[in-house]
Antibody, heavy 123, light 108 residues
Framework: QVTLRESGPALVKPTQTLTLTCTFS??????????VSWIRQPPGKALEWLARVDWDDDKYYSASLKTRLTISKDTSKNQVVLTMTNMDPMDTATYYC???????????????WGQGSLVTVSS | SSELTQDPAVSVALGQTVRITCQGDSLRSYYASWYQQKPGQAPVLLIY???NRPSGVPDRFSVSASGDTASLTITGAQAEDEADYYC???????????FGGGTKLSVL
């Protein structure tokens, strides 16, 4: 059974750095073509893909946010960590982690999601 | 701004057929996947590539693609299909993933 769970602060102040942890079970990030992505959704708005770490430790970032994001994995702990620097009220959103599979016949897909972690940026 | 464009809202009469489109240059090269999100819930993978549906997804959901447009069709829409629908694919560089702006489906 695949599960993912996001954890981190519910409230951060402007200019602070956000650190979110995705703890997963039911799969291994050592498996070929297995990845984990972070995705966010501001209240009432659309999903936005943020970053992805692949089984081979390749990392990819949203072009618009790449200077502020760092993604890393700890396969021994089954965790993926996302840090976002210089937080702004516009970064208020629910942050999701999702298992991401890569396949020649389908590209990429997010087949399992965490329940999300609401992060509010406010002084 | 999103490189994948979706109509913000679409409505359909109960039991009728509706198409939700996703347009973007990258769709000429890459497959799309589709996600359904109901209020207060995390998105759920609905269908991807060439009509691949995860277990439990009804076959009234289907996809097609032509040129720069991917389409999600619901044949015989049900009340429980009222939700937001998002497409996803790679961006034109192929290095990042991108979501469409989402389509809010109302079933009348």
């Amino acid at each position: 059974q695949v599960t993912l769970r996001e954890s981190g602060p519910a409230l951060v102040k402007p200019t602070q750095t956000l650190t979110l942890t995705c703890t997963f079970s039911g799969f291994s990030l050592n498996t070929n073509n297995m990845c984990v992505s972070w995705i966010r959704q501001p209240p009432g708005k659309a999903l936005e893909w943020l970053a992805r770490v692949d089984w081979d430790d390749d990392k990819y970032y949203s072009a618009s946010l790449k200077t502020r994001l760092t993604i890393s994995k700890d396969t021994s702990k089954n965790q993926v960590v996302l840090t976002m620097t210089n937080m702004d009220p516009m970064d208020t959103a629910t942050y999701y982690c999702a298992r991401t599979r890569r396949g020649y016949s389908f590209g990429f897909l997010f087949d399992f999601w965490g329940q999300g972690s609401l992060v509010t940026v406010s002084s | 701004s999103s490189e994948l464009t979706q109509d913000p809202a679409v409505s359909v009469a109960l039991g009728q057929t509706v198409r939700i489109t996703c347009q973007g240059d990258s769709l000429r090269s890459y497959y799309a996947s589709w996600y359904q999100q109901k209020p207060g819930q995390a998105p759920v993978l609905l269908i991807y590539a060439k009509n691949n549906r995860p277990s439990g997804v009804p076959d009234r959901f289907s996809v097609s693609a032509s040129g720069d447009t991917a389409s999600l069709t619901i044949t015989g829409a049900q009340a429980e299909d009222e939700a937001d629908y998002y497409c996803n694919s790679r961006d034109s560089s192929g290095n990042q993933l991108v979501f469409g702006g989402g389509t809010k489906l109302s079933v009348l």
